[in-house]
């Protein structure tokens, strides 16, 4: 029971930071905007949440500047993409070099090793946030009139408009809220080590929008595959070490069997997956 008990442990604290940054690509994808700089906004966050936490020594001026850069990295992405109506893979991909570039000199240029561990909050309450908000935007989708409107922009921007509803104010919105749902992402994986180090969202960002994929753009099937996700996660650690049939199996191979099981589940359900027909639509 004991070790049963710790894998649903392990599985949740692998889940957790992929379920908050799902969620914040259904924010932007539901409303039509293709955002794969979900990585880059996590990362931009644990770095930022980091460096304030240390300067403040205050958890909670941490959080907020996290989730102030991860917001404004965001609303760079919607700038881009419906200010300058650059090609949404396009500016993804640049904000996701541009916040590894700037992580790692801020890292280098203010992080000072001898500080000692990070003043973090209680990883329940992250833990906490991240199991409610996929029911909370669920019924958020279904019953609020913001939520309708995001999925009408997301489903035919053209007629949205011709309903009097203004596509880039929806997708504004929805982009701060990814913004919002990638700082807790992010801060939540510097708070668990307790300390920054260089990559160390280690493509997490990606596998979160793959996890939304299988969930067809839902909440809660988005938050099934993050746990899903998170069990292989934990069954990777499990297994570092072990032999398989009887042959001595690297230890990187286990480190890549995540995003193994990422890929497989990829190419066998994109497929089957209902997307927004209005993604990437202007």
Known sequence: MTWIWNLLIGMLAGAAPLALAAMGGLASERGGVINI????????????????????????????????????????????????????????????????????????????????????????????????????AMLYLKHARGGLRLIA?????????????????????????????????????????????????????????????????RPIPALLACLVFGLFQVLQFQFQGSQLLGVAVPREVWFSLPYLITIVALAGFLGKSKVPSGLGRY
Not at 39 to 48: F, R
Not at 71 to 80: G, N, Q
């Open 153 to 217: 922009v997301g489903s035919d921007p053209a007629k949205s408009r011709q309903m009097g509803i203004f596509p880039d104010r929806v997708r504004f919105l929805g982009l701060s809220a990814t913004g919002v749902c990638c700082g807790l992402s992010g801060a939540l994986i510097v708070s668990n080590a307790r300390y920054f180090t260089d990559n160390m969202t280690a493509g997490r960002g990606y596998i979160a929008l793959a996890a939304l994929i299988l969930g067809s753009w």
């Open 37 to 136: 700089a979900l990585e880059g906004n996590m990362l931009i966050a644990a770095v930022s949440t980091a460096l304030v936490a240390a300067a403040t020594h205050n958890p909670w001026l941490g959080l907020a500047g996290g989730i102030f850069a991860a917001t404004c990295l965001s609303w760079a992405h919607w700038l881009l993409t419906q200010r300058f109506l650059m090609d949404h893979i396009v500016s993804g991909m640049a904000l996701n070099v541009f916040a590894m570039g700037a992580a790692n000199f801020l890292s280098k240029q203010y992080t000072n090793p001898s500080a000692g561990e990070l003043p973090v909050l209680n990883l329940n309450l992250y833990f906490t946030l991240a199991i409610l908000l996929p029911f909370a």
